[in-house]
């Protein structure tokens, strides 16, 4: 078999099918003022960014785009048209306590959050799969790990760019609600206090459902299905902790019942806000006295963020590979 | 004899023509099928191994058309280009599956020859699910060699195979086609089909461009001036004679050799020789520039 | 070296004279990366050069391990890499401040476009924002993205994909990228297309590449320097040059008249082979005096010299030390 191939290294100059630019100097310009500048290929020697700017960066946009910002417009329909939902029990209220009276909020600063499960559940579970499955979906970590982070870095900027995310949202709601009673002249101290509260349990609560909702979207390649997994998987809880504890009261278990709401967040988060600040329930659940309860709350609501977080970072050391 | 013969054969899928036309004989030997990205080769492959119809024409394997004909499968092996493969049994395991679906009557032979022939004997009892790429290949390639057919379909074979691999496979493929049997392969590697086919169909946007050997398809485009680059004792005088003498209508020194195009090959081969031993020069390195079957393939897409 | 058959003291596979630690892009050192009982790399030790170096061979775990390793995502079991002069298991932060690295696999969102991805990406290598954007404009024009860049990347051709790969690794102006497989999926046309725009990288705009390929013939063309590692043992390492080297044969193709040629050859005392063709056959070049008998041979005969060529050392030969005529210098 003949072998004629041309000389190595000339065929490909040969034919040139992409324009080169040129990389030779700028030359001069003339006295007439005529010149040709360099459009080669430039080298940068100027400032990059460390790590800390660069996570920062990756926090910032992934708030962004879990409110649509930098997206199309149809990806910003879900989250604000909930946001929107979300906002308008803290105005009925308002105009509830003008209309009655009232010289306290219908429901309270830690009640709100149990009262809008099911928003605030289709919120996170709309934002966690934009957040993750994307880049797991389409192969793109390689790109990411290689460059100057590391692998947690890129998971702990997620899930604070979602947990703030949450907590925006959610602050705000509490704070329209202070912001309502205040205008309808309510007690201000009791109001701040309360919102205090308020600020505290959302906060809880934005930790604990994004390190969840992460866990299960990383997991659920598929948009579609994270979103489907997620909210059924938040819904189903509530359902089931709800049966149990029913069924736990009916036989006749009443401290079974009462150690059961941890198992939902909404009630872990609601369990802690009674037993640390002294409110009343959301819904009327039975929380446990003592400080056993508190501690088992407590810790519950750390270990589930903690063992999120470490799924979450042991998922991209398996799947994230260059 | 195994030959198969495409007539007149277009598919379509609504508005988008896959293949356009194409009439071809595919005869015993190894041929190469190739074209751009889309240019409808696994299309053809789908329908001469049965698993497409034709919109219009006909696919015959000697005579008999090959559409739902299952009784062609003892005759073709097919081998896609598809990654997909049943992960959790071992190749031993898919391979005898396959020859007793062929019912073969020596299935566990036939597989173990297969095997062998493909080199996977040692790996056999894997699961298919532990295997690189190229060793699945390997495993289809056997597969579709269990039933010893006379014609071979592959589609990308050489895909993802390292050097080595690729080496051997050259070396199956240019034994199986000098046993006479009928092997045709598709690939954008021009280097691999130079190597071991002895002719290329070329396929252009559904339409059948050119068939042959590829230095005998270049000198048949007349229509292009042949180029040749030179190599000699002294290139400017060498250049001068030749266009003194008229053989060649471009003569190039820029490249640091002697650069020619030449509209009549005959004439030029002819009278180089002769001008450089007039001159008194030596010829260092001759050769035709553009007959690679790269340039080859560049023109016959440019058309 | 004898100037025309191309012997030259062959110094065991490594770069004669380039002993110097500066131009090299990467030194691995006794490396050794095993996963339980699968050991991916043993004991490798090469230096590679400046300028483009393609790896071949390495299929599997071989060469995904060793990337990871010089990217300072992996640590060796034993032995060591260095970088640009970085420790590849202590300072692989750094290391990935100045590599660019363009995947096999599919790594590309559908959804962005590319100008939106190649800024996000030149941002999570540490450019400011304004720089991003600017660079980014221009890395798509250099890697040949026009006015595609603001679609979304799903409806891009394969080889548009590559060259959004290849933009974002070279967004952020690395000193080395490392790119796996560049070519892969492109027909012939667009893989000419990514060679020449390797080539570039390396002259033009001076980043040093390091360039894996199943595809021998390419790494002729476009590499200065070539690694063959297998099954996690280097192979090779030699400059392209020595191991395309040419040969002591020559080939010869006349329009006919071959066997007459060849007697008259054979009888002025060369050493005559077939090739194959009645018309085709291979010369030993025992001297200069050689190309003169074959064409003064043609002259004479009134046949027209369609080719005398020298052949060529191949890369294949590594993997093929029995083929006829190469001789193999390991």
Not at chain 1, 137 to 162: C, E, I, N, Q, T
Not at chain 2, 278 to 288: A, F, K, N, Q
Not at chain 3, 119 to 128: E, F, Q
Not at chain 3, 269 to 292: C, I, N, P, R, Y
Request: hydrophobic share 45%; glycine share 10%.
């Amino acid at each position: 078999m003949s072998s004629v191939e041309p000389v190595p290294g000339t065929a490909a100059s040969a034919v040139p099918a992409v324009p080169a630019a040129s990389a030779g100097p700028t030359l001069p310009a003339t006295p007439t003022g005529d010149v040709i500048h360099d459009i080669g290929f430039r080298h940068y020697d100027g400032h990059r960014f460390g790590r800390g700017w660069v996570v920062r960066s990756l926090l910032v946009e992934t708030v962004r785009g879990v409110f649509g910002l930098g997206r199309p417009a149809k990806s910003k329909v879900m989250p604000w048209v909930l946001i929107g939902i979300l906002l308008i029990p803290p105005l009925v209220i308002a105009i509830v306590i003008l209309l009655t009276g009232s010289d306290e909020l219908s429901i309270s600063y830690t009640q709100y959050p149990g009262s809008m499960e099911l928003v605030i559940s289709l919120f996170v579970a709309g934002a966690a799969p934009y957040c993750v499955s994307r880049d797991l979906r389409h192969g793109v970590m390689p790109l990411y790990l290689s460059r100057p982070m590391r692998r947690s870095d890129y998971v702990l900027a997620k899930f604070a760019g979602l947990a703030i995310s949450m907590f925006a949202v959610l602050a705000l709601a509490e704070t329209l609600l202070l912001v309502g009673a205040l205008l309808m002249k309510l007690p201000v101290g009791a109001q701040i206090v309360g919102w205090a509260g308020g600020i505290l349990t959302v906060a809880i609560l934005a930790l604990i459902l994004s390190g969840i909702a992460l866990v299960i979207a990383a997991f659920t390649l598929r948009r579609g299905l994270g979103v489907a997994a997620i909210i059924t998987g938040l819904l189903v809880v509530s359902g089931v902790v709800q049966i149990l504890i029913a069924i736990a009261k009916d036989k006749g278990y009443p401290t079974a019942a009462s150690y059961l709401p941890a198992l939902n967040p909404y009630s872990l988060v609601d369990g802690l806000a009674v037993r640390l600040l002294g409110v009343d329930p959301s819904n009327g659940t039975a929380y446990p006295a003592g400080p056993l309860g508190l501690l088992v709350y407590g810790s519950l609501a750390v270990a589930t963020v903690g063992a999120c977080l470490a799924i979450l970072i042991r998922r991209y050391h398996k799947v994230g590979g260059v | 004899m195994s030959t198969l013969v495409l007539d007149h054969v277009s598919r379509w899928y609504g508005n988008v023509v896959a293949a356009n036309d194409v009439t071809m004989t595919i005869g015993p030997g190894v041929t190469g099928l190739l074209g751009p990205n889309g240019a409808g080769k696994s299309t053809l492959i789908a329908m001469m191994g049965g698993f497409l119809a034709p919109s219009a024409g006909t696919v015959t394997l000697d005579g008999t058309p090959v559409w739902r004909h299952p009784g062609i499968y003892r005759t073709i092996g097919l081998v896609p280009e598809t990654e997909a493969m049943y992960d959790m049994v071992t190749g031993w395991q898919f391979v005898v599956a396959n020859a007793r679906l062929q019912h073969l009557p020596d299935a566990e032979g036939a597989a173990l020859a297969a095997l062998e022939t493909v080199e996977m004997v040692d790996a056999k009892d894997r699961d298919i699910s532990t295997y690189s790429k190229g060793m699945k290949q390997r495993v289809k390639m056997a597969i579709a060699l269990v039933h010893d057919p006379m014609v071979l379909l592959l589609d990308e074979p050489f895909n993802g195979m390292d050097p080595r691999q690729r080496l051997h496979l050259m070396d199956l493929l240019r034994r199986l086609g000098e046993q006479g049997r009928t092997v045709l392969f598709s690939s954008h590697i021009l280097e691999e089909v130079e190597e071991i086919a002895g002719t290329i169909e070329v396929l252009v946007a559904g339409r059948h461009a050119a068939s042959g050997d590829f230095r005998r398809i270049r000198r048949l485009m007349t229509e292009r001036p042949h180029k040749y680059t030179i190599s000699s004792s002294d290139d400017r005088r060498l250049a001068a004679a030749i266009i003194a003498d008229g053989s060649a209508d471009t003569v190039d020194l820029t490249s640091g050799n002697l650069a020619v195009q030449a509209p009549d090959l005959g004439v030029f081969v002819h009278a180089l020789p002769r001008l450089a031993r007039d001159s008194g020069i030596r010829l260092l390195d001759v050769s035709p520039a553009d007959e690679s079957l790269e340039s080859v393939f560049a023109y016959l897409v440019a058309r | 070296m004898d100037p025309f058959t191309g012997d030259r003291d062959f110094t065991g596979g490594r770069d004669p004279g380039d002993a110097s630690a500066a131009g090299r892009s990467v030194v691995v050192e006794n490396l050794t990366r095993t996963f339980g009982p699968v050991t991916a790399l043993s004991q490798l030790n090469v230096e590679m050069p400046e300028g483009v170096v393609g790896l071949v061979g390495a299929n599997g775990a071989g060469k995904s391990t060793l990337i990871k390793v010089l990217l300072g995502l992996l640590a060796p079991t034993s032995g060591g890499a260095r970088v640009l002069g970085l420790d590849c298991a202590t300072q692989g932060l750094a290391i990935r401040q100045l590599v660019g690295y363009m995947p096999e696999s599919e790594c590309l969102p559908p959804d962005v476009s590319a100008t939106e991805f190649v800024v996000h990406m030149a941002r999570m290598s540490g450019l400011p924002s304004a720089v991003a954007r600017e660079r980014t404009a221009d890395t798509l024009r250099h890697v040949g993205l026009y006015e595609e860049r603001y679609r979304p990347i799903g409806g891009y051709s394969t080889g548009m994909k590559q060259r959004v790969k290849l933009a974002q690794s070279l967004v952020h102006d690395p000193k080395l990228v490392l790119l796996d497989e560049p070519t892969n999926g492109l027909d012939p046309a667009g893989r000419d297309e990514m060679l020449t725009l390797i080539q570039r990288i390396s002259t033009d705009f001076s980043i040093s590449v390091l360039v894996t390929s199943h595809l021998l013939g390419e790494l002729e063309k476009i590499s200065d320097h070539l690694v063959v590692i297998e099954n996690g043992v280097l192979q090779r390492s030699t400059s392209t040059a020595d191991a395309t080297q040419l040969s002591g044969v020559v080939l010869v193709e006349v329009t006919d008249g071959g066997p007459e040629l060849v007697a008259r050859l054979r009888a002025a005392g060369a050493q005559v082979a077939d090739d194959g063709g009645a018309h085709t056959f291979t010369v030993e070049l025992a001297g200069e005096w050689v190309f003169d008998a074959v064409q003064d041979g043609a002259a004479d005969l009134g046949v027209g010299l369609v080719r005398m060529q020298r052949r060529r050392h191949h890369l294949t030969e590594i993997f093929r030390p029995e083929q006829e005529g190469a001789d193999v210098q390991r």
